[in-house]
């Protein structure tokens, strides 16, 4: 026999009332994505650390599905590593894996910045704008955590200008990774260098694509490249490979 369509009760609607909205849940899974790749690139939540859910729930006071969800894409961008079974990792710093994962970020940047410069509009070149004048009046100033935040910002304005959104999901893993290394340099392996060097990569950058000039982009953001990579052999000689990887205190203290 064929059922009828169910009875919409009073317990059904006290629920409804109560389900956050769909835009709602979505906007509470970024937010949660957002705080735990900050931690990860802070080393809040340190390099090889085993962890759970509730873990995670507890540090970001954010709720177990929009957790859930965030959690699986950073497994997707191999920066949590999901052991069934056996909770959650943060992915430890691999030196020579991360080296070799900036050389293809340098050819997804030269993309980037070369379509930025091309299809940047007024309304992208005056956040340009903008984003240049907080470098050149703060950047010598504000610390790591501050100026990551600030890269964030500026890379997700050059992916728009460049108006391509494969282009968001493929390098913001890579850029995630990145400052998680940055941090680690200017933090652990040269705490007294200063960011003078990192912020004026991004400015040549920035005024490059402001001006159109898609050559000197992709030439300036070659150099950041190169910082960057230059950061590894420092890091290698100066850092404790157990901050890179906690789990070696362990076999340290045997």
Same mark, same amino acid.
């Given at each position: 026999m064929?059922?009828?369509?169910?009875?919409?009760?009073?317990?059904?609607?006290?629920?409804?009332?109560?389900?956050?909205?769909?835009?709602h849940?979505?906007?509470?899974?970024?937010?949660?994505?957002?705080? @735990?790749?900050?931690l990860?690139?802070a080393?809040e939540?340190?390099?090889?650390?085993?962890?759970?859910?509730?873990?995670?729930?507890?540090?970001?006071?954010?709720?177990?599905t929009?957790?859930?969800?965030?959690?699986?894409k @950073?497994?997707?961008?191999?920066?949590?590593?999901?052991?069934p079974?056996?909770?959650?990792?943060?992915?430890?710093?691999d030196?020579?894996?991360?080296?070799?994962?900036?050389?293809?970020?340098?050819? %997804?940047?030269?993309?980037?910045?070369?379509?930025?410069?091309?299809?940047a509009?007024?309304s992208?070149?005056?956040q @340009?704008?903008h984003s240049?004048?907080i %470098?050149?009046?703060?950047?010598?100033?504000?610390?790591?955590g501050?100026?990551?935040?600030?890269?964030?910002?500026?890379?997700? %304005?050059l992916?728009?200008?460049?108006?391509?959104?494969? %282009?968001?999901?493929?390098?913001?893993?890579?850029?995630?990774?990145?400052?998680?290394?940055?941090?680690?340099?200017?933090?652990w392996?040269?705490?007294?260098?200063? @960011?003078?060097?990192?912020?004026?990569?991004h400015?040549?950058?920035?005024?490059?694509v402001?001006?159109?000039?898609?050559?000197?982009?992709?030439?300036?953001?070659?150099?950041?490249?190169?910082?960057?990579?230059?950061?590894?052999?420092?890091?290698?000689?100066?850092?404790?490979?157990?901050r890179?990887?906690?789990?070696?205190e362990?076999?340290?203290?045997?």
């Open positions: 064929k059922k009828g369509p169910r009875l919409v009760t009073e317990d059904d609607q006290r629920a409804d009332a109560k389900r956050p909205p769909a835009n849940r979505l906007n509470l899974a970024e937010l949660a994505y957002d705080r @735990l790749e900050e990860i690139v080393c939540l340190r390099p090889g650390m085993s962890l759970s859910l509730q873990d995670l729930q507890r540090v970001t006071g954010i709720g177990r929009p957790i859930h969800q965030a959690v699986n @950073l497994a997707a961008d191999t920066l949590i590593i999901v052991r079974r056996h909770g959650l990792q943060i992915a430890p710093v030196l020579a894996r991360e080296r070799m994962l900036l050389q293809l970020r340098r050819d %997804l940047e030269r993309f980037v910045v070369r379509l930025a410069a091309q299809r509009n007024a992208h070149r005056n @340009l704008l240049i004048r %470098l050149r009046d703060r950047g010598q100033t504000m610390d790591i501050e100026f990551n935040r600030l890269d964030r910002r500026m890379d997700q %304005l992916n728009v200008a460049a108006g391509e959104p494969f %282009l968001e999901h493929t390098l913001r893993p890579l850029h995630t990774i990145s400052r998680r290394i940055g941090w680690i340099y200017h933090t392996a040269a705490p007294d260098e200063g @960011l003078s060097k990192t912020t004026s990569c400015l040549e950058i920035l005024e490059a402001a001006k159109q000039r898609a050559r000197e982009a992709i030439s300036a953001a070659d150099r950041l490249i190169d910082f960057c990579d230059s950061m590894f052999d420092l890091i290698e000689r100066a850092v404790d490979p157990a890179l990887d906690c789990n070696l362990f076999i340290h203290t045997r």
